[in-house]
Protein backbone atom coordinates (compact mmCIF):
# COMPACT_ATOMS: atom_id res chain seq x y z
CA UNK A 1 0.00 0.00 0.00
CA UNK A 2 2.86 1.99 0.30
CA UNK A 3 3.23 1.35 -3.56
CA UNK A 4 0.95 4.48 -4.09
CA UNK A 5 2.80 6.89 -2.03
CA UNK A 6 5.91 5.48 -3.95
CA UNK A 7 5.19 6.35 -7.30
CA UNK A 8 3.32 9.72 -6.63
CA UNK A 9 5.90 12.77 -8.09
CA UNK A 10 8.02 14.58 -5.45
CA UNK A 11 6.33 17.72 -4.41
CA UNK A 12 8.30 20.07 -7.08
CA UNK A 13 7.74 23.93 -5.46
CA UNK A 14 10.83 23.89 -3.61
CA UNK A 15 13.04 22.79 -6.43
CA UNK A 16 11.03 24.71 -9.12
CA UNK A 17 11.35 27.43 -7.47
CA UNK A 18 14.74 26.83 -6.26
CA UNK A 19 16.02 26.19 -10.19
CA UNK A 20 13.61 29.52 -11.58
CA UNK A 21 15.81 31.30 -8.65
CA UNK A 22 19.18 30.39 -10.10
CA UNK A 23 18.14 30.94 -13.79
CA UNK A 24 16.75 34.64 -12.95
CA UNK A 25 20.22 34.89 -10.92
CA UNK A 26 22.12 33.55 -13.94
CA UNK A 27 20.19 35.89 -16.26
CA UNK A 28 21.06 38.50 -14.16
CA UNK A 29 24.58 37.93 -14.29
CA UNK A 30 24.37 37.35 -17.79
CA UNK A 31 22.50 40.87 -18.32
CA UNK A 32 25.35 42.29 -15.97
CA UNK A 33 28.21 40.89 -17.64
CA UNK A 34 26.93 42.34 -20.98
CA UNK A 35 26.34 45.94 -20.02
CA UNK A 36 29.88 45.52 -18.44
CA UNK A 37 30.97 44.41 -21.89
CA UNK A 38 29.37 47.47 -23.85
CA UNK A 39 30.85 49.62 -21.18
CA UNK A 40 34.28 48.41 -21.38
CA UNK A 41 34.28 48.52 -25.46
CA UNK A 42 32.49 52.19 -25.64
CA UNK A 43 35.21 52.97 -23.34
CA UNK A 44 37.92 51.86 -25.06
CA UNK A 45 36.41 53.47 -28.55
CA UNK A 46 36.41 56.69 -27.18
CA UNK A 47 39.80 56.62 -25.38
CA UNK A 48 40.99 55.26 -28.79
CA UNK A 49 38.97 58.42 -30.47
CA UNK A 50 40.70 61.02 -28.29
CA UNK A 51 44.23 59.39 -29.01
CA UNK A 52 43.50 58.87 -33.14
CA UNK A 53 42.80 63.04 -33.13
CA UNK A 54 45.78 63.66 -30.64
CA UNK A 55 47.81 61.60 -33.64
CA UNK A 56 46.84 63.86 -36.02
CA UNK A 57 46.97 67.15 -34.63
CA UNK A 58 50.68 65.91 -33.10
CA UNK A 59 51.12 65.68 -37.14
CA UNK A 60 49.41 68.70 -38.89
CA UNK A 61 49.23 71.44 -35.55
CA UNK A 62 46.75 73.78 -35.48
CA UNK A 63 47.05 75.73 -38.54
CA UNK A 64 47.10 73.15 -41.28
CA UNK A 65 44.00 72.76 -43.34
CA UNK A 66 40.97 71.10 -41.47
CA UNK A 67 42.64 71.72 -37.69
CA UNK A 68 40.26 73.46 -36.58
CA UNK A 69 37.53 70.63 -36.98
CA UNK A 70 39.72 67.49 -35.79
CA UNK A 71 40.16 70.19 -32.91
CA UNK A 72 36.38 70.82 -32.02
CA UNK A 73 35.82 67.06 -32.47
CA UNK A 74 38.77 65.75 -30.59
CA UNK A 75 37.17 68.14 -27.74
CA UNK A 76 33.58 66.07 -28.04
CA UNK A 77 35.63 62.73 -27.97
CA UNK A 78 37.30 63.89 -24.58
CA UNK A 79 33.39 64.70 -23.06
CA UNK A 80 31.99 61.34 -24.21
CA UNK A 81 35.28 59.65 -22.89
CA UNK A 82 35.46 61.22 -19.50
CA UNK A 83 32.04 60.17 -19.50
CA UNK A 84 32.49 56.60 -20.20
CA UNK A 85 35.49 56.79 -17.49
CA UNK A 86 32.87 58.08 -14.90
CA UNK A 87 29.90 55.53 -15.49
CA UNK A 88 33.03 52.82 -15.49
CA UNK A 89 33.57 54.02 -12.17
CA UNK A 90 30.31 54.22 -10.87
CA UNK A 91 29.31 50.45 -12.10
CA UNK A 92 32.69 49.08 -11.35
CA UNK A 93 33.79 47.62 -14.72
CA UNK A 94 37.02 47.18 -15.36
CA UNK A 95 38.81 48.82 -18.53
CA UNK A 96 40.15 46.78 -21.10
CA UNK A 97 43.61 45.13 -20.71
CA UNK A 98 44.68 46.76 -24.07
CA UNK A 99 44.96 50.55 -23.27
CA UNK A 100 48.14 51.12 -23.56
CA UNK A 101 47.51 49.08 -27.30
CA UNK A 102 44.98 51.34 -27.86
CA UNK A 103 46.79 54.75 -26.85
CA UNK A 104 49.26 53.70 -29.66
CA UNK A 105 47.22 52.21 -31.96
CA UNK A 106 44.99 54.71 -32.14
CA UNK A 107 47.90 57.59 -31.58
CA UNK A 108 49.68 56.16 -34.89
CA UNK A 109 46.67 55.51 -37.10
CA UNK A 110 46.01 59.39 -36.67
CA UNK A 111 49.54 60.71 -37.24
CA UNK A 112 50.18 58.04 -40.39
CA UNK A 113 46.53 59.77 -42.15
CA UNK A 114 47.47 62.47 -41.39
CA UNK A 115 51.05 62.27 -42.91
CA UNK A 116 49.15 60.97 -46.11
CA UNK A 117 47.27 64.47 -46.16
CA UNK A 118 44.48 66.28 -44.86
CA UNK A 119 41.77 64.18 -46.81
CA UNK A 120 43.70 61.09 -45.76
CA UNK A 121 42.55 62.21 -42.23
CA UNK A 122 39.21 63.15 -42.92
CA UNK A 123 39.63 59.87 -44.46
CA UNK A 124 40.01 58.36 -41.72
CA UNK A 125 37.76 59.93 -39.79
CA UNK A 126 34.91 59.14 -41.99
CA UNK A 127 35.97 55.39 -41.35
CA UNK A 128 35.71 55.42 -37.92
CA UNK A 129 32.71 57.05 -37.35
CA UNK A 130 30.99 55.09 -39.76
CA UNK A 131 31.75 51.88 -37.68
CA UNK A 132 31.24 53.84 -34.54
CA UNK A 133 28.15 54.62 -35.33
CA UNK A 134 26.95 50.87 -36.77
CA UNK A 135 28.40 49.69 -33.84
CA UNK A 136 26.34 52.13 -31.53
CA UNK A 137 23.08 51.76 -33.39
CA UNK A 138 23.79 47.38 -32.48
CA UNK A 139 24.27 48.33 -28.69
CA UNK A 140 20.95 50.42 -28.98
CA UNK A 141 19.41 47.14 -31.06
CA UNK A 142 20.27 44.81 -28.23
CA UNK A 143 19.57 47.24 -25.27
CA UNK A 144 15.84 47.84 -26.52
CA UNK A 145 15.86 43.92 -27.25
CA UNK A 146 16.61 42.47 -23.90
CA UNK A 147 13.78 44.88 -22.69
CA UNK A 148 11.25 42.82 -25.14
CA UNK A 149 9.41 46.33 -25.49
CA UNK A 150 9.52 47.61 -22.53
CA UNK A 151 12.26 50.44 -23.70
CA UNK A 152 15.96 49.97 -22.86
CA UNK A 153 17.09 47.87 -19.71
CA UNK A 154 19.41 50.52 -18.87
CA UNK A 155 18.16 53.89 -20.13
CA UNK A 156 21.11 55.71 -18.88
CA UNK A 157 23.45 53.61 -20.80
CA UNK A 158 21.43 54.30 -23.73
CA UNK A 159 20.88 57.83 -23.18
CA UNK A 160 24.42 58.08 -23.03
CA UNK A 161 24.78 56.27 -26.25
CA UNK A 162 22.05 58.33 -28.67
CA UNK A 163 23.91 61.19 -27.05
CA UNK A 164 27.08 60.27 -28.65
CA UNK A 165 26.24 58.42 -31.70
CA UNK A 166 24.78 62.30 -32.63
CA UNK A 167 28.29 63.53 -32.24
CA UNK A 168 29.85 60.82 -34.12
CA UNK A 169 27.30 61.23 -37.32
CA UNK A 170 28.54 64.80 -37.11
CA UNK A 171 32.20 63.87 -36.90
CA UNK A 172 31.61 61.45 -40.11
CA UNK A 173 29.39 63.89 -42.01
CA UNK A 174 32.16 66.87 -41.17
CA UNK A 175 35.19 64.36 -42.68
CA UNK A 176 33.02 63.96 -45.55
CA UNK A 177 31.85 67.24 -46.18
CA UNK A 178 35.87 68.14 -46.48
CA UNK A 179 37.37 66.09 -49.10
CA UNK A 180 37.64 62.62 -46.94
CA UNK A 181 36.88 60.64 -50.40
CA UNK A 182 38.90 63.04 -52.42
CA UNK A 183 41.89 61.15 -50.30
CA UNK A 184 44.55 58.85 -52.30
CA UNK A 185 43.66 55.20 -52.55
CA UNK A 186 40.03 56.47 -50.59
CA UNK A 187 38.30 52.54 -50.74
CA UNK A 188 41.47 50.86 -49.64
CA UNK A 189 42.11 53.12 -47.00
CA UNK A 190 38.57 53.61 -45.60
CA UNK A 191 38.07 49.71 -46.02
CA UNK A 192 41.36 48.75 -43.99
CA UNK A 193 40.29 51.58 -41.52
CA UNK A 194 37.23 49.89 -41.01
CA UNK A 195 37.95 46.55 -40.66
CA UNK A 196 40.54 47.50 -37.86
CA UNK A 197 37.56 49.48 -36.35
CA UNK A 198 35.41 46.01 -36.38
CA UNK A 199 38.34 43.89 -35.20
CA UNK A 200 39.07 46.25 -32.40
CA UNK A 201 35.48 46.54 -31.20
CA UNK A 202 35.61 42.81 -30.67
CA UNK A 203 38.92 42.27 -28.55
CA UNK A 204 37.98 45.47 -26.35
CA UNK A 205 34.66 43.51 -25.58
CA UNK A 206 36.26 40.37 -24.65
CA UNK A 207 39.72 41.69 -23.35
FE1 LIG B 1 33.16 59.68 -29.52
FE1 LIG C 1 33.73 60.76 -32.92
Same mark, same amino acid.
Given at each position: ???????????????????????????? %????????????V??????????????????????????????????E?????????????????????????????????????????????????????????R???????????????????D?????? %???????????????????A???????????? %???????????????
Open positions: MNRTMAVTPPAAPASEHAGIAAARARAG %IDRKTDVGRMIRDQAGEYGATRIYAGQLAVMGDRAPHSAEITAMASEDRHNAAFNALMTRRGVRPTMLQPFWSAAGYTLGAVTALLGPEAAMACTAAVEEEIDHYSDQLDELEMHGAGAGSTPELSGM %IEDFREDERQHRDTALAHGEKAFGYPLLSGA %IRLGCRAAIRLAERI
